[in-house]
């Protein structure tokens, strides 16, 4: 069966720090990956989606990048944090165009 | 433009009662419409999906019911239990695309 992990589970980051979140899936091959941001009580904001290694889409302008250097595996960066990037971030998976699993979130504070 | 538009913003049920969520939609290219529950602290996880050649499914307690002709659709819970207590997010996705269009979350309360 195919499993999606995040970490970390929970972030607490100074403004202007660095940031690198991970995400792998395991089970499947050649997954679509996504990154989708959840402000506090809001719906959810696409932000990357990727359909291959190498292959990033962006949907929103915004200091945040993603790279995905292997098949099941999707990174989500920043180079300076903003207060504005505090949120609930999720990474989902799915193949081709089927249904999205989400992973457990990671809950990134920026103080 | 929100493609997907969905409500009520939140709802109070009481245990045993039914809990009714809609979403409207703009895209007539739109051929699949998934739901999904998310609780607290946690990730969305699929609930159930309907495509538009059939006008309800049901699986337990939940049921979508579609109105391809009104482009709307609607959740039902019924007997709803503290449990159901989540956000609900409808959602929509063009034939051929990767990129669901979510509605903006339907937060439930069920009272015991």
């Known amino acids: 069966s195919q499993t999606i992990h995040q970490w970390p589970a929970t972030l607490v980051q100074p403004v202007g720090s660095p940031l690198s979140l991970e995400c792998t899936v395991e089970g499947t091959s050649n997954p679509n990956l996504y990154w989708y941001r959840q402000a506090a009580g809001r719906g959810l904001q696409l932000l990357f989606y990727s359909v291959g290694i190498g292959q990033i889409s962006s949907e929103v302008p915004q200091n945040l990048s993603a790279s995905r250097p292997q098949d099941r595996q999707f990174i989500l960066s920043s180079k300076k944090l903003l207060l504005s990037d505090s949120g609930f971030y999720l990474c989902?998976?799915?193949?081709?165009?089927?249904?999205?699993?989400f992973g457990p979130g990671t809950r990134l504070t920026v103080t | 433009q929100q493609q997907v538009k969905q409500s009520p913003q939140s709802l109070i049920v009481q245990k045993g009662g039914i809990s009714i969520i809609n979403c409207a939609y703009e895209n007539t290219a739109f051929d699949y419409f998934p739901w999904y529950q998310q609780f607290p602290g946690k990730g969305p996880a699929l609930l159930i999906a309907i495509r538009p050649d059939v006008s309800e499914k049901k699986e337990g307690r939940f049921t979508i019911s579609f109105n391809k002709s009104a482009k709307q659709f609607s959740l039902h819970i019924m007997d709803s239990q503290p449990g159901d207590s989540a956000t609900y997010f409808c959602?929509?996705?063009?034939?051929?695309?990767?990129?669901?269009?979510f509605g903006r979350g339907t937060s439930l309360i069920v009272h015991p």
């Open positions: 959602a929509a996705r063009r034939g051929g695309s990767y990129i669901p269009t």
């Open positions: 989902a998976w799915s193949v081709q165009t089927y249904e999205q699993y």
